[in-house]
Nanobody, 118 residues
Framework: QVHLEESGGGLVQPGGSLRLSCAAS????????TGWYRQAPGKQRELVAS???????NYADSVKGRFTISRDNAKNLVYLQMNSLKPEDTAVYYC????????????WGQGTQVTVSS
């Protein structure tokens, strides 16, 4: 089992930046990949960025060039740096993790609200 806790959300103006953090605890040695999802009201949950244990990253087309996912293994932290934020980025952002051998993200944080508005 992995416990995940997000932080860093808040209100930001369009064009601004936020950095989300995900702290992992528990059986973190088994984590294969960590991802950031977001969900806006009335929309499906969207995987916006992921990073694997091998350091490979992937991004949704909607955030490419603006968001960066990174990892600090020494601190058991995963970050999502969000730049050039747009109103359509407004959503609840969730940190998620999956183990090796799993094809889905089984472990989730509570989410942190990101609101982009002037």
């Amino acid at each position: 089992q992995v416990h995940l806790e997000e932080s860093g959300g808040g209100l930001v103006q369009p064009g601004g930046s936020l950095r989300l953090s995900c702290a992992a605890s528990g059986s973190i040695f088994s984590i294969y990949a960590t991802g950031w999802y977001r969900q806006a009201p009335g929309k499906q949950r969207e995987l916006v960025a992921s990073i694997t244990s091998g350091g490979f990253t992937n991004y949704a087309d909607s955030v490419k060039g603006r968001f960066t996912i990174s990892r600090d293994n020494a601190k058991n932290l995963v970050y999502l740096q969000m730049n050039s934020l747009k109103p359509e980025d407004t959503a609840v952002y969730y940190c998620a993790a999956r183990y090796s051998g799993d094809n889905v993200y089984n472990y989730w944080g509570q989410g942190t609200q990101v609101t982009v508005s002037s």
